[in-house]
């Protein structure tokens, strides 16, 4: 829903307004770093959320710090809305532009500034990928450990904006819990360095607090990342099981007997379907294939394998296969890593759902998933995060059948429901964005969203940070209790569709 | 420096007051729950940093949310400053009363409301004890693990307010790290709730923001702890070493080595002179002794004890002792936890530093201190956190020796800005309070100050929890530029004095 405060513009009022910020920018940045041209817009117009899209009225590319604090102060002079975007990879929509506002592409920000191996960190720009940061510091023995699915395009500055997650966060924290100092310019223009290198900070923690904060606080320009070293040994136990409770008791079983995977994953027959006919991996066809990963030492990860391998026995798996060496390893967790494109194949259109549920009901969702899927006539297939919870259903449709894209949100909405319904939360990972924000209705309280307002407010006073996005008005949520209501219709009149 | 809004009250108005807000305090209260004579408040004078001591108005002693909200919406009414109080164990006066306030102490909040074992979680009213957390899941093979030395005494809610450590917090984490939701009470008397069991939450991260807020921003009123599994093993290793930069150089090979230990300690010659003179734990006679515990599986800790050893020997290590079960690894660790006694009886006082500095300078500043004891003319004794360069220097003075309390405290600033010097922190654990809020305006500057402050606005708009504490005016900061030119007199002149 769009804030009172940004009226929609007529044609002629939008050309002439993008020609009064094109005049302002171009003062402030070089030619090359500022797009108007519709052919040069087009882009930008989604990010990894891609049924929706939406040029911005022009699109600055700064690469530079100074550059960010200029862009952003005339845009507040001029009250326009900016929307930051790293890679444009985000599953949200939380990178979707607004027809009159500026789009902040901080992809051209991709320096590695320092490495500092004394203290184990890398100082790099927003828009350096994910994986480069690992690939960088490998001739060290080091590497940075949160490992998004995306993370070959991905952009560091949009993994702290939404407090990525990964594989292997169950054992290394998500993006908040490897980061040490961030540097942001606030919608004033101030520059202010949040954390720092000592494991706890005096005053408030800015540092979490602009983790996950997804674009609507600040524009983050620097980040001190922290390495640690390559682990000596990796392992990768995978296991079929005949059901999924069974699988799911392995789970619970692996976490309650202490050890901490590596990483913990599940998928179902429906996605090892999808993986076996994409990759040469030959999965075994069961109903619910579980990988457990395990690092460390030698000696950890070899009795952390005969314990792991135990419990996955004693809770029913049909087969465990273990990986012998490291290209064995790699080869295993592919058809995992590959389970998105895999999917993509099977048909026209997928919508990746991300909710989190307490681990102890993951069968029981499961079943309602499936019961969800036959009542509203769409396949799902799942992989989840079975560590900790986060799942990852995957609603098939095709865009091109009339209707078939509302169907599928209306499903994804009620397989969110039903998490929050269990205890469990509307993300894991992927963020609220434009795609769950009439969720956070469902999840939060009018208390808990009168004082995200109040912070944020206290941030960015004029609400021109990436309006509409993540936190719902509480106008909004009274109007989407009377749209639930009536069928959820889609909430997001004033944007374009594609 | 008092806030204008809350002048001096004469000892009449003082009274008058008094009494109106014991009278309306008196209708949402048992009456054992309201204190107001001069004797009931003493206890209540001052916290674990007893050379500031100021009676409050009143002690209100809620033993439920719903009190909770009565007293802060009626002391919000009236405009009424209220600290809250949770065991007083706290070490820079964070619990410290106002003259004209309510001192709001939760330690009659002290139920255990349930422990989810399935889930792993333990949700406790703000007045539970630490170690009584652990002491009641330990028939279940659980604990609570952040381990603050005051763990015996000092209440959960506190440890929340101050984002607590701990020996083992290098391997385990702070508070926040094992925490799954806070709920809270506002100012405005609203009851929130923040986390949940989910590894992430959508929105804000509030829950991240409410640890270490020292009482800023809200009253909390219940608290979900994560337990963990007891680790089936623990050793720990003792090495003596013949200079610091040796020890401060062990410390570094151990993590850089990649093994996580669950502590590692570090004392100096002084420290352990105390030790050795006040329990009989026999420590050899060294510059510096380093603790190193491991905790795991048996497998786990017999590798990295081996490595461990291996580690300490090559640093330069005179002598390594390792537990061979678990009554001597108690015994090796009773020294360092009686260390703060230990000093105590050596000297009339001593005064408690906390700060925190990046590992690798370690023997660099503990050079320092030793330097700035010469000038100012006291001795110091170090023992610290060595995993995570969080320093307790105790500056060793009798009170009763004119202004020896006030070169102590100047000697301490002096040893914090030493450390903010080498790119390190004012605080590691104890909190700011009242007793660093001057060093808060040597690490931060004019933009983060104005943040902090505008996020509390946010939460306590009419600045009523805890002023004057934590986080420093713009005002008092230009004072205290100009106070420290001056030779740094004592900032809080409208406090009583003990």
Known sequence: MRPAKFPRLSPSALAARRKEVASRLGKVLPPAALLTEPDELRPFECDGLSAYRQPPMAVAMP???????????????????????????????????????????????????????????????????????????APHGLYYAPDPSSQIACSIGGNVAENAGGVHCLKYGLTVHNVAEVEIVTMEGQRLTLGGEALDSPGYDLLAFIHGSEGLLAVITEIAVRLLPVPRCAQVAVAAFGDVAAAGGAV????????????????????????????????????????????????????????????????????VRVSR????????????????????????????????????HLARVLKEIQALSGRFGLPVVNVFHAGDGNMHPLILYDAN??????????????????????????????????????????????????????????????????????????????????????????????????
């Open 63 to 137: 690469d530079r710090t100074d550059q960010v604090q200029a862009v952003l102060t005339i845009c507040r002079e001029m009250a326009v809305p900016v929307v930051a975007r790293g890679a444009g990879t985000g599953l949200s929509g939380g990178a979707l532009p607004l027809a009159d506002g500026v789009l902040l592409n901080l992809s051209r920000m991709n320096q590695v500034l320092g490495i500092d191996l004394a203290n184990r960190l890398a100082r790099v720009q927003p828009g350096v990928r994910n994986l480069q940061i690992s690939e960088i510091v």
């Open 252 to 319: 619970a079983g692996i976490v309650a007997s202490g050890v901490l995977p590596a990483g913990l994953e599940m998928m179902d027959r429906g996605c090892i379907d999808a993986v076996n006919s994409f990759l040469d991996v030959d999965y075994p066809e069961c109903a619910a294939l579980v990988l457990c990963e395990l690092d460390g030492t030698q000696q950890e990860v070899a009795s952390q394998i005969i314990a792991v391998t135990r419990i996955l026995e004693h809770a029913g798996a049909t087969g």
């Open 325 to 360: 060496n490291e290209a064995e390893r790699l080869k295993l967790w592919s058809g995992r890593k590959a389970a998105f494109p895999a999917v993509g194949r099977m048909s026209p259109d997928y919508y990746c759902m991300d909710g989190t549920i307490p681990r102890r």
């Open 401 to 498: 059948r009339e209707g078939e894209l509302e169907t599928a949100e209306r499903l994804g909405g009620a397989i969110l429901e039903a998490c929050v319904a269990v205890g469990g939360t509307i993300t894991g990972e992927h963020g609220v964005g434009i795609e769950k924000i009439d969720q956070m209705c469902v999840q939060f309280g009018e208390g808990e969203l009168r004082q995200f307002h109040d912070l944020k407010a206290a941030f960015d006073p004029d609400g021109l940070l990436n309006p509409g996005k993540a936190v719902p008005t509480l106008a909004r949520c009274a109007e989407f209790g009377a749209m639930h209501v009536h069928g959820g219709k889609l909430p997001f009149p004033e944007l374009e569709r594609f």
